[in-house]
């Protein structure tokens, strides 16, 4: 597919596998003039606004254009006041493409990356589908849905272009930030490579969906290709392995891999009770042909151990 995408968060876990994907899939990418701080809310908003103007001019060339919403600095944690910036500054993306009358004349599409563990964390089903009702227990999960809402407002007012919503399942992967605490798997990882004891916060046998990036990343493209069809839609597709995995197997994974058990302190904090026991997802969106089975967890979990074994080493 030949098209001009821009990856907004490419340094990011997300963003990261999107970008190597579209190399993969051989797209133009590109690349805005300024590096974006975005906990300097003042300079990105203008930032935002000159970037999106230098896209719509090369959007017009290429002849097509993708915009994947992968940023924001929040996480299950992030207190309400943190989010709102990060809102905020979607809109004025948003905002700066709707005003720009050369991108009009562009067919194109807005990716934007949800959280399905965020939306669907206070519902308490069985298994959940695109047609689940949400139902997001903390603030993050209240600001994904209204960041949802945006996408919806902009479709219906570009109706030449496509919207496609994206809820992952949990994702992991190599390179994740080291400045939020998230990430089960990396953090196990983390702690096995600096021999100290991870702390987890929840029962061993809380359930969730782990997708390596790179197989969320590849199904994601898939999934936009089908998404291209339908301007004026926006289409919702859960991406997710579609396979239930218990914290306690996450750590026998782990010491097959390292040939130790690993060290764990089980403990509670305050968002505890918020996380919900089991999250199994299954996707009924544009479901034609099976997607790849991608990596098994013993293959991904080695991967992110050996990198950042390798990271250790490179900091002695």
């Known amino acids: 597919m030949s098209h ?13 596998a999107l970008v190597r994907a579209l ?58 006041e943190e989010l709102v910036a990060e809102q905020a500054l979607l809109q004025v993306l948003l905002d700066a493409l709707r005003g720009n009358p050369t991108l009009a004349r562009v067919p194109g599409t807005i990716v934007f990356a949800s959280s399905a563990g965020a939306l669907y964390d206070g519902a308490r089903a069985a ?43 949990t994702l992991y992967g190599i390179g994740q930030a080291r400045g939020k605490p998230q990430g089960l798997i990396t953090q196990i990882a983390r702690k096995i490579v600096a021999n100290e004891p991870a702390n987890i916060f929840v029962p061993l046998d ?13 199904r994601s493209l898939s999934t936009l290709v089908d998404a291209c069809r339908y301007p004026g839609r926006v289409t919702l597709k859960i991406i997710a392995a579609e396979r239930a995995t218990s914290i306690a197997e996450l750590i026998g994974v782990f010491r097959r891999i390292s040939g130790r ?38 293959i991904g979990i080695h991967q992110v151990l050996e990198a950042e074994r390798e990271n250790k080493a490179k900091q002695i």
């Open 4 to 16: 001009l995408a821009w990856v907004l968060g490419a340094s990011g876990l997300l963003g990261s």
């Open 23 to 80: 190399r993969q899939d051989r797209a133009s990418l590109f690349q805005p003039a300024a590096r974006f701080d975005w906990r300097q809310v003042a300079l990105v908003r203008d930032q935002l606004q000159a970037a999106a103007r230098d896209f719509s001019e090369r959007a017009v060339l290429c002849g097509r254009w993708t915009v994947f919403w992968s940023a924001g600095v929040g996480s299950m944690a992030s207190q309400p």
């Open 127 to 169: 298994c959940y589908t695109e047609s689940s009702d949400v139902c997001p227990a903390t603030a993050y999960g209240a600001h994904k849905l209204a960041q949802e809402q945006l996408i919806h407002t902009f479709i219906a007012q570009r109706p030449q272009v496509s919207g496609l919503i994206l809820r992952y399942s």
């Open 206 to 218: 809380t359930i969730r969906d782990y997708l390596h990036v790179d197989d969320a990343a590849q």
């Open 261 to 298: 058990m690993p060290r764990i302190v089980t403990s509670a904090n305050s968002l505890s009770s918020r996380y919900m026991r089991c999250a199994q997802y299954r996707s009924e969106e544009l479901a034609g042909e099976p997607h790849p089975p991608g990596r098994t967890l013993l």
